[in-house]
């Protein structure tokens, strides 16, 4: 064996080494977040998978829950593209306000956006009254469910597109100014196709969003069956009442969440090199 492979061997060894102080609390925090998971999906295929989602309850809360998150998406694309461009290309007074409102909901727990929302669009809301006035009333109703979403879910699809756009090289648009190319032209056909990685795994970040929202729905929308009750009111209402539902549909989130997370993997990469 030569020097030159017996060094990066020894190297090797007592990277190896040193790292192993990292293996004990790594391994308890991914036995804490695993084993849990994989209770469930034991419990869930040895239990009679078939039966629980065979319910109705199950098949109208998923239904519910598919159309209602699909909707949101679509209002979020529309309303927040244009806004994650202007956050992005323009600076204005009152920017950084905007920007701490919009990544508010993030961080702030749903039971909470969910009195939001009521205080301002239910019966003595700030908006009751006018809507009232035009016979629209939004608590309690599927409308009130996608408005749910659309508030917790819309943040993370505009912050993914906001930072899409802030890292288009710059050049790119110098050279769409010099071509005379117009606002819309620079949107449309050079900033989007440039930031459609960032773009996309927002929406798909945004929709997982609206899929598993709970506290906003529960509190504005309510949770009435093959109205208002998505499959994580379902599972809120079946762990008190019926727990086959409430596990079957708990399997069927946690195979969604794994595609979601297997997507937004795919469309942004592991750029990190591993040494």
Known sequence: MTL??????????RRARDSAWFVPPAALLVGLLGIPLAGLIWVALTGGLGTYLGDAQVHAAVRLSLVTS????????VTGLPLAYLLARWRFPGRSLVILLIDLPIVLPPMVAGIALLEVFGRNGWLGGPLAALGISLPFTTTAVVLSQVFVAGPF???????GFEEVDPAIQEAARVDKASEFGLFWHIMVPVARRAILTGLVLAWAR???EFGATLFFAGN????????????FIGFESNLAL???????????STVVLLVVGLLGGDRTPAR
């Open 4 to 13: 030159t492979t017996a060094a990066p061997q020894r190297v090797g060894v």
């Open 70 to 77: 699909a909707l949101a998406v679509g209002l979020i694309v």
């Open 157 to 163: 699809f505009v912050r993914a597109a906001r930072i």
């Open 210 to 212: 609206a899929l598993g």
């Open 224 to 235: 009435r069956e093959g109205v208002t009750q998505t499959m994580p009111l379902a599972i």
């Open 246 to 256: 409430a596990v079957g549909l708990s399997f069927v989130l946690l195979v969604i």
